[in-house]
């Protein structure tokens, strides 16, 4: 057994070959058997095994070097191999190891990376703070060729290759060839290029060369100049990463550790920007993740993946995401206006049904939020009705967009937004608790939380074709809540959304108000409770009634599952005071800082929004 909290740069090092292939055998065990077990993203991890060992074999993340990790749920192998062996079995659960690197969990998660792209941005700050500092430590970045089509990649690529910054950027490529060489010398040549042999060697030339008298600067120019025509003749294309000022390495197999630790010791020899290009497969070391690397991204619980063919339409969806995908695509196979956008994300958001009917008009632009929404904005100038869904936390990327090219000259997009609320095990990196607060403040923006499948359709309907500026349809990871009597606890579809919120009278001068998923909830412990109910569909801009229903209570307890810092309990709740409200007023939601890891039952009974705890705080 090798594998355990002990091991480090030092033994990784020492390991004869045989016995670092038998450590990778032990890290994609135990990350299949967590994953299985836990949830949690196994492709991509299992992809990065040897990459992981081989980093930790060259670089010392305890005596100053650093190691980056784009997106972080490649790095679960990294996690092992720096002293949370032990607790890995607590991977993604209440109180236990995050699935995304983070600084407070150990000193050798250098930077946060729950979201893609911009890791390299962090990792030249880092190098560079290092150089101002005098210190002497390498870092290196693994950034994925997916996150290659966020923009702020390329951003960070051109600030940081011209500098003399010690930093590697290890492309971890299993999708595409960013940079493609061919035939026999030419792979032969990128072999020798990535061996400390001939670093050595190039070195030493370089710096005889220089010391002869009169001619041998000219001659070194003459030799680099023909090195650089030879490389143009033998690669097809030229090289993107060596434009920019990066020194390229590679391709290199990603899956061999002797030619990996050979090259990521080349490049810590360089002290400067460099590539090193590798090439790894999804999924490595467990089949059905080899075939199949997308439907085992992300496994839930008990080794449960998630179904992506397209269903019988008949049936009732079983998650909002479906509901969604399902009505936009009987929405947009009649409407030819209608069009819709995914970053990247199309079966997790339930478009994999809008591009089978409407393949014309769907559009994936890959890891770039930003992009998506101005995007959108340019199809609705003309006429179109763009759809970007996207997870709510990934919204935050593109908070300017929707301010500067959609509010300011109320351009009509929508904006479904998946995975608002509590998400889960994926922690305070996932958590949609930050968009209520982010577009209630942006100008010409209406927002629809549906409780129900069928309110989601309604709303989606009134979206697209009802609605000016900016639209919004808000909605949770999961399923609508098993009541048999739903609809009666919290009111008739049509007069919810046509008139934005509902209103349940028995007489008590307590009114609970509240919105989206924990609706049904609300709506038992107001009966338990005996106080009356206001239930909001349409949360911005509040419906003006509502304020008058509200100053005929006492007391009013708002319940919000997100930020109560900039959410609708504080909007609601100022308005009213204006208007002379002078009752007694409670919000229950989050009040301050990120939401943990958890389950999503663990983390509303940690914010007082689950049935018995509303219950309580209703008691009259």
Request: charged share 25%; net charge neutral; hydrophobic share 40%.
């Amino acid at each position: 057994m090798l594998l355990s909290d002990n091991i480090d740069h030092n033994k990784i090092r020492g390991l004869t070959s045989p016995q670092l292939k038998a450590l990778c055998g032990e890290l994609r065990g135990t990350i299949l058997r967590t994953v299985m077990k836990n949830g949690g993203h196994l492709s991509s991890s299992l992809g990065a095994v040897e990459l992981a060992v081989a980093l930790h074999a060259v670089y010392d993340v305890q005596n100053g070097d650093r190691i980056l990790w784009d997106v972080g749920h490649q790095a679960y192998a990294h996690k092992l191999l720096t002293g949370r062996y032990s607790r890995f079995s607590t991977l993604r659960k209440k109180g236990g190891i995050s699935g995304f690197p983070k600084r407070s969990e150990s000193p050798a998660d250098a930077f946060i990376s729950g979201h893609s792209s911009q890791t390299l941005s962090a990792a030249y700050g880092i190098s560079t703070a290092m150089r101002l500092k005098g210190e002497s430590g390498s870092v290196a970045a693994v950034v994925g060729d997916g996150a290659f089509t966020g923009g702020i990649a390329y951003e960070a690529l051109n600030n940081a290759g011209k500098t003399a910054t010690n930093l590697t950027l290890v492309l971890n490529d299993n999708a595409m060839s960013i940079s493609r060489s061919t035939g026999a010398l030419a792979r032969y040549l990128a072999h020798i290029r990535s061996t400390r042999k001939y670093y050595c060697a190039k070195e030493k030339f370089k710096y005889a060369l220089s010391s002869v008298p009169l001619v041998g600067k000219p001659l070194e120019r003459a030799i680099g100049a023909a090195k650089s025509l030879l490389k143009e003749a033998l690669y097809d294309s030229s090289n993107l990463f060596e434009n920019l000022g990066f020194t390229y390495i590679g391709p290199v197999n990603g899956h061999d550790l002797d030619d990996l630790i050979e090259a990521f010791s080349v490049a810590k020899l360089m002290k400067r920007p460099c590539v090193v290009h590798v090439f790894t497969q999804k999924g490595k070391g467990y089949r059905p993740a080899e075939k199949n690397p997308g439907e085992y991204h992300a496994v839930a619980e008990n080794g449960i993946v998630e179904e992506f063919e397209y269903v019988d339409r008949e049936r009732e969806p079983k998650t909002f995401s479906e509901a969604f995908g399902r009505e936009l695509t009987h929405l947009g196979t009649r409407d030819g206006r209608i069009c819709a956008i995914t970053a990247a994300m199309k079966y997790a958001v339930g478009l994999n049904y809008f591009k089978e009917m409407n393949a014309s008009r769907f559009f994936d632009t890959g890891i770039a939020e930003q992009h998506s929404v101005t995007f959108a904005a340019g199809l609705a100038t003309e006429g179109m009705y763009p759809v970007f869904a996207v997870y709510s936390t990934f919204l935050q990327r593109g908070f300017d967009q929707i301010l500067h090219d959609c509010a300011i000259e109320n351009t009509h997009i929508t904006l479904a937004v998946d995975r608002a609320g509590f998400v889960g095990a994926d922690g305070e990196t996932h958590q949609g608790i930050f968009d209520v607060p982010m577009l209630r403040l942006i100008p010409n923006t209406v927002i629809f939380c549906p409780a129900t499948y069928e309110e989601l359709r309604v709303c989606l309907k009134k979206a697209i074709y009802e609605t000016f500026g900016i639209a919004v349809v808000r909605y949770p990871k999961g399923s609508e809540p098993d009541i048999p009597d739903l609809e009666v606890m919290i009111g008739n579809t049509s007069e919810c959304v046509s008139r934005g919120f509902v209103h349940k009278k028995r007489g008590s001068k307590t009114l609970a108000a509240g919105y989206g998923r924990i609706s049904a909830d609300m709506a038992s412990a107001c009966e338990k409770a005996g106080a009356d109910m206001l239930r909001l569909v349409k949360i911005e801009p509040l419906p003006e009634e509502v304020y008058g229903i509200a100053a005929g209570y006492d007391r009013i307890v708002f319940f919000e599952e997100g930020s109560l810092r900039g959410g609708v309990a504080e909007g609601f709740f100022a308005e009213l005071m204006k208007r002379g409200y002078r009752g007694d007023v409670q919000s229950v939601g989050v009040e301050d800082g990120f939401v943990p890891a958890a389950t999503i039952s663990e983390q509303l009974k940690m914010y007082g929004l689950d049935l018995d705890s509303m219950t309580r705080t209703l008691g009259v």
